[in-house]
């Protein structure tokens, strides 16, 4: 008797080692994700940098995208699981059947009008932005302003300031869309007159030439200004909710670390944006600039989202709106928190 004790005592503890590397040695959720290239998708070069996504059991694979409406090509075609980019595709999208569900806000406010040459310094002369557009086409030279493609964010929070908050004739300004760097260069270049960016751009634009100024801040632009944003498709929350929810709990301890050590999130930032050419003083700076609010409650923006869909569909740009809060899932934010209070 005493020997089978001996011998089954000797068996489990060879046995739990085994067991425990099989649990290890399990295949980790693929998770692809798509975003867009500003400080505003900061939370998944994050978690993908510093190896978090990997320690939660997720293979994460962050595929680069020029536009929200690009990326949403993508994510209709199964290809991607997670959005990582502005709010107002996502609303195109939901629109089209496309089964997709805000999880976790990551930054607010963040697109400014940037403007340079002769339109920055009559704003800094004393002229609202407004007047210098109506002087120019007065004169017979419209404003040139680059955004991105119709139905992205940058294009609907420019529109709706030139509409709604400064009430500019659309027939009065040149609104050129591009993708996201080649309106940092067309502004560089002189090429175009203004642009809507977002940071890291501002921060850069900004160090080459002091003399580009942002000429209408994010709040101005669009009070309470949704912006980048965390989205999963409803067919992975439902296979993978564990990895679903350990996701947006990475991403949550990332926007944290954005909000209270810029110093040690800026090399993350720095492999995605800065592709080697960034300094790290300067995305240090871009996470601390004025024009970038980081943070993770979806709750935040869903009054704003409805406004924007409604001038969407003002716009055009949406056959239908939605009832808004088919768009957002709170509650993986809220689990997440309550797991990091503990």
């Known amino acids: 008797m005493r020997r089978f004790a001996v011998a089954f005592a000797l068996f489990a503890a060879l046995a739990a080692p085994l067991a425990a590397t099989g649990a290890q040695a399990a295949d980790p959720v693929r998770v692809r994700a798509g975003y867009i290239p500003v400080l505003g998708s900061g939370q998944l070069f994050i978690v993908d940098q510093k190896g978090w996504a990997k320690q939660a059991g997720i293979e994460l694979t962050p595929q680069q995208f020029d536009s929200g409406p690009n990326m949403i090509q993508a994510l209709a075609s199964g290809t991607l699981e997670a959005y990582v980019g502005g709010v107002g595709p996502l609303l195109v999208a939901r629109g089209k059947g496309i089964k997709v569900k805000v999880v976790a ?20 002369g004393g002229k609202t932005p407004k007047q210098v557009i109506e002087d120019a086409a007065a004169a017979g030279k419209k404003i040139k302003i680059a955004t991105q493609p119709a139905g992205s964010v940058p294009q609907t929070v420019l529109l709706y300031w030139l509409v709604k908050v400064a009430g500019v004739d659309l027939s009065k300004v040149d609104i050129v869309p591009m993708g996201i760097d080649a309106t940092q260069l067309a502004l560089l270049a002189g090429a175009v007159d203004a642009a809507t960016i977002r940071e890291p751009a501002v921060t850069i634009v900004q160090k080459r030439d002091p003399s580009f100024r942002v000429v209408v801040s994010g709040a101005q632009m669009f009070p309470a200004q949704p912006g980048s944003v965390l989205a999963l498709t409803e067919d992975f929350l439902a296979k993978q909710p564990q990895a679903a929810q350990a996701l947006v709990s990475q991403f949550v301890r990332a926007t944290e670390l954005l909000q209270t050590n810029p110093k040690e ?50 716009q055009g740009v949406l056959e239908r709106t939605i009832p808004i809060e088919e768009l957002f899932d709170r509650s993986l934010f809220v689990k997440a928190t309550a797991q990091q209070k503990k």
């Open 265 to 314: 999130a800026a090399p993350a930032l720095g492999v995605a944006l800065g592709r080697g050419i960034v300094d790290e003083a300067t995305l240090i700076a871009a996470i601390q600039s004025p024009n970038q609010k980081f943070g993770a409650d979806p709750q935040v923006i869903v009054a704003s989202t409805d406004e924007m869909q409604r001038f969407q569909k003002e």
């Open 105 to 124: 806000a990551l930054a607010t406010e963040e697109l400014v009008l940037v403007g340079g040459g002769a339109f920055a310094k009559a704003v800094a």
